[in-house]
């Protein structure tokens, strides 16, 4: 297993990279600064000082993490419609609980998942761990293990560079994974030393192994070698299944990988064309002479010049920066039409011809099925989550997820309109009328916390009970 521990998958090795480029174009910001030098390109024999300088002044206009962060914003800008259904009261109240504090550090579902939605834009996949505490005491009965907290499953959020080595079977799931971090600490203040501990979790499916290995660095560098810390059975042994849980985008929709390769060709263009004006506001004198020219020049000289003599300034022309202005343009638009917010590209320039309303229109119609789509995936992997912690609890109880398929709140009026007129068709269906008044109240009440609408709902449920058209 040691050798397993340091090995990395071939994919992992040829997507590295990748993705600490992507990383770097989705941050942007003085990130990207630092890291410029493995973006810009340098001209050909240009001189060192001249590149270093271009360097110091280089600039992104980072619009491809504008575009993800929004997507993300749209997508939970009302959150899913989780609805648990039963009668088993102490899973009603976990689940509930586990909405409004899904990691054990007070992060909501819903902005969990949204984190998971920047992962799979920004990589192409997004990881979520599912696990339960661990104590040293073996509970004897279901009250116990509420009690000692050993049912309280909680989500962690893993990096797809965390994920070093894994295997699957033929139908794609995980036979076994590997995910490796590293953690940094100083743990004395008067010796120059730091301690680098790297950390290698094994998963199957029904055992877990902790290997570590602690290196300190200094003035005497010392490693130390792989070492067995911990090992067990995990959370989800019972469904003889590997506790991570992968949310993935199609390649078309990854969208990072679409816009990559334009966001760079924009920063290359745009610092050169800065550079450029740059240089320009600095003209170089140029005088029109026949006589051997050896005056020194500055602003604290002058200049004699002959009868016949003339006397210029160096400038451009402007025609290439005009051209270049335009190629920029449309490289931004090729950034927003490759990820569906052709919409969005900003106002026109140059030969760029105005659109009508309905074509607008027709755009935004795209990119909300976009939306949808992420959000047909994000509810997927939020019920497989959910269901599979509501197998290992055995709580007894019915999980679902809706919602994620609209994103204009002010469009409220025209559902509650739809509603009423569903309702009014008299279809002799009491559940029917019951699921719709429960949507309408999950989605009017999108930002409450679960347990309000865990209450509502069971009112809800009793209200049809007593025989309440």
Known sequence: MVTRIDQEHADYRNKHEIWKRYLDLYTGGETFKLNSGNYLIPRQKEPADVYGERLNRVFYENYIGSIIDWYAATLFRREPVISVEGSN????????????????????????????????????VGYALVDFPRTSYAASSRAEEELLGSSRAYLIHCSPDELVNWSRDEHGNFEWIVLRTTHTSKRNLEVDENTVETRWIYYDRERFKIYRRSVVQGASKQTGGIE???????????????????????????????????????????????????????????????????QMVGESYFLQLGPGDRFGWTEPEGKVFEIATQNLHRLKDEIYRVCYLIGQAGPVVGDHRAVSGLSKQRDFAITQEVLRSFGDSVKDVLKRVLKAIECVREDGLQVNVSGLDEFDIGDFASEVDDAAKLIAMNIDSRTLAKQIYKKLAFKYLCDERQEIKDTIAREIDNWFLRGVN
């Open 89 to 124: 009261d102490l899973g009603r109240t976990f689940f509930s609980d586990f909405i409004e504090d899904c990691d054990r550090k007070g992060t909501s579902l819903s902005d969990f998942y949204r984190r998971q939605i920047t992962d799979a834009l920004v990589y192409g």
């Open 228 to 294: 067995l810390v911990d090992e067990g059975m995990h959370g989800l042994a019972k469904l003889h299944r590997v506790p991570l849980f992968e949310f993935t985008v199609s390649q078309g929709m990854w969208l990072m990988n679409k816009a990559a390769l334009l966001q760079l060709e924009h920063f290359n263009k745009s610092n050169a064309l800065s550079w450029a004006l740059t240089m320009g506001l600095f003209a170089m004198p140029v005088v029109y002479s026949d006589k051997k020219f050896d």
